[in-house]
Nanobody, 124 residues
Framework: QVLLVESGGGLVQAGGSLRLSCEAS????????MGWFRQAPGKGREIVAA????????YYQDSVKGRFTISRDNAKNTVYLQMNSLNPEDTAVYYC?????????????????WGQGTQVTVSS
């Protein structure tokens, strides 16, 4: 069992930035690939970004390319999501997720462990 704890959400004005963090309770963090998902009110959960075990391989949803950056620090058991140029459409609960493996995956059903989520609200 891997416990994931997100932090860093909050209220920000359009054009602003936030940095989300997700710390994992495992000594083998480098053996997990990680993903960030989000779920807006009334919508399904969608992939935002994913990262492989080393941090060299990443994936981004088209709507966040050039604005969001996913990264990881295996020494700190933590994955990050730097979010810049935020707009109201980014408002959602953001979740991190983990899956044992080396190559990143983008399917919601492919991840086994999930955090509790952190709210991001972008005002116009």
């Amino acid at each position: 069992q891997v416990l994931l704890v997100e932090s860093g959400g909050g209220l920000v004005q359009a054009g602003g930035s936030l940095r989300l963090s997700c710390e994992a309770s495992t000594s083998t963090f480098s053996m997990y690939v990680m993903g960030w998902f989000r779920q807006a009110p009334g919508k399904g959960r969608e992939i935002v970004a994913a990262i492989d075990w080393s941090g060299d391989g990443t994936y981004y949803q088209d709507s966040v390319k050039g604005r969001f950056t996913i990264s990881r620090d295996n020494a700190k058991n933590t994955v990050y999501l730097q979010m810049n140029s935020l707009n109201p459409e980014d408002t959602a609960v953001y979740y991190c997720a983990a899956r044992w493996g080396s190559d990143y995956v983008t399917g919601l059903e492919e991840y086994k462990f999930w955090g509790q989520g952190t709210q991001v609200t972008v005002s116009s």
